[in-house]
């Protein structure tokens, strides 16, 4: 099983429309959350952070639900421009370290259409 | 530099040769990764160092896989006998300290083909 799982998608969306995507985490000892973007044939790039008390950023909301293990992003009147994978991703101080280690997900495919 | 900056961009090589992928990371971030993401996959962790010193190489996938960062700042991932199974994005990223806090930033990375 792998540590962060996510649905690959695609998911086809037209603009205006709402979608969420979900994540899943095997290890209770994760610490932070991300969501990271990334751009066809680019590097991932920081999309948000995630905290337990769920966080909103514009048209981006992130939940975490640590008794399940699970944390979701929701995306708001979608934008062409959205278009993109969109990675889950863990760190877990692994062993005592002290470093953050990022675990990523597969990614989950969203096109937006006009 | 303002960014991290990887070399080459692209690079295909013959199955059998040795190749050396370049990592230069923002200037005085401590902590450097390498990642590896196949095609559709998301990033897996390689390395990591802190400074010169390499803490956690539990990643590299084998012996053919080695990397270094002798003067703590720009960092080479080399790898031996090049398979296909090599084939892959290589991306590097950089944070000032250790633990996670805002996430951190990735290079554009190096797209190698093994042919």
């Known amino acids: 099983r792998k540590e962060v799982e996510q649905d690959p998608g695609p998911f086809n969306v037209p603009e205006g429309a709402t979608v969420a995507f979900n994540c899943t985490y095997s290890?209770?000892?994760?610490?932070?959350f991300f969501w990271y973007r990334q751009d066809c044939r680019k590097e991932p790039k920081l999309l948000m952070s995630v905290y337990s008390s769920g966080n909103e950023d514009g048209r981006f909301t992130a939940q975490l639900n640590r008794a399940s293990q699970y944390i979701s992003l929701l995306i708001r009147d979608s934008k062409l421009s959205d278009s993109a994978t969109y990675l889950c991703?863990?760190?877990?101080?692994?062993?005592?370290?002290?470093?953050?280690?990022?675990?990523f997900g597969q990614g989950t495919i969203l096109t937006v259409h006009p | 530099g303002a960014g991290v900056s990887q070399s080459p961009r692209y690079k295909v090589a013959k199955r059998g040769q040795d190749v050396a992928l370049r990592c230069d990371p923002i200037s005085g971030h401590v902590s450097l990764f390498w990642y590896q993401q196949a095609l559709g996959q998301g990033p897996e962790f390689l390395t990591y160092f802190q400074n010169e010193a390499q803490l956690d190489k539990s990643g590299l996938p084998s012996d053919r896989f080695f990397a270094e960062r002798p003067e703590g700042s720009v960092s080479t991932l080399k790898i031996q006998r090049t398979q296909q199974e090599d084939s892959a994005v290589y991306l590097c990223?950089?944070?000032?300290?250790?633990?996670?806090?805002?996430?951190?930033?990735f290079g554009s990375g190096t797209r190698l083909t093994v042919v």
């Open positions: 290890n209770s000892a994760s610490q932070s």
């Open positions: 990223a950089s944070s000032l300290a250790g633990r996670v806090i805002r996430g951190y930033t």
């Open positions: 991703v863990v760190n877990w101080n692994a062993g005592g370290t002290s470093y953050g280690k990022l675990t």
